[in-house]
């Protein structure tokens, strides 16, 4: 329940010395109809969403209204970039080719794209995100684009029943943000949200703990 997830972000916020405030909760809905996000998230007055897929994102978006600040966590595809303008963060930035193509969409429309750079700091194979290697010139390269802005980092730890199994990826990308000086970090899930949050997260993306 989202009552209980900000709770447990607080009581993390008070063992790390972290100002609550600091740490915004991005209520993951995908795979649930706009009845049971009314039901699970917005009862509670939230409004900071977040969904995987442009389609997905599409269809609720219109349906809920715009008084929801909608994120978009999951991989972008180049040809999706003319439907992702109502979204207000794109977590999952990974190539100069997305890039500039949001470049090139946000000089078209005149709006500029707020991004986080996804980042594969486990190194895992089936994920997306850039290597960490790769990171330093990706921001570079965006920082000369007028109409895209790099807000901080993202990632996701590989999954685990321990929690603390993500505490060094989450580490690591904490390093990573303060060698490029990006201030956001979005990492945390379900099942390491409390954990990210005492390695500093900025933005921790909960889904299915809202919905049980
Ligand atoms: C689904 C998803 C989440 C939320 O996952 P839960 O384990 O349900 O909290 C967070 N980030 C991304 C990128 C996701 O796709």
Redesign the pocket.
Known sequence: MLPEVLHRIEAACARAGRDPSDVALVA?T?GHDVEEIRRRVLVYGHRILGE?RVQEWRAKAEALGPEVEWHL??HLQRNKVKLVAGVVLI?SLDSERLADALEAEGARRDIVFRTLLQVNVSGEARKYGAAPAEAPALARHVASLGHVTLEGLMT?APYSDDPESSRPHFRALRRLGDTLAVPGLSMG???DFEVAVEEGATWV?????LFR
């Open positions: 993951i995908k995987n966590v999951g977590h996701m899930m379900s099942g993306r909960v889904g299915s703990a």
